[in-house]
């Protein structure tokens, strides 16, 4: 085994550790809060219940579903 063989298998290695580097599931998750509150601005995911954002519109600003999330629609689930 010669040098140019030993440097090419430590390119590979270094090669497939960086592609097995661990990923994280929090930029996704960040990336998937696109359903605003219209009066605290406070984001949630975008799989999240109509049931929770009631809850929150009413515990914490007194107010109902569309006033605080107007054009929210419910993605119907499998």
Do not use: W, Y
Not at 4 to 31: F, Y
Not at 56 to 67: F, I, Q
Request: charged share 30%; glycine share 4%.
């Amino acid at each position: 085994m010669g040098n140019g063989q030993k440097a090419q298998h430590k390119r590979e290695r270094a090669k497939t550790q960086a592609q097995k580097a661990p990923t994280s599931q929090l930029k996704t998750n960040e990336a998937a809060k696109n359903i605003m509150c219209q009066v605290c601005r406070n984001t949630f995911l975008c799989t999240v219940r109509q049931k929770a954002l009631t809850e929150h519109a009413e515990n914490k600003h007194n107010k109902k579903l569309d006033e605080c999330f107007p054009g929210f629609v419910e993605i119907a689930r499998k």
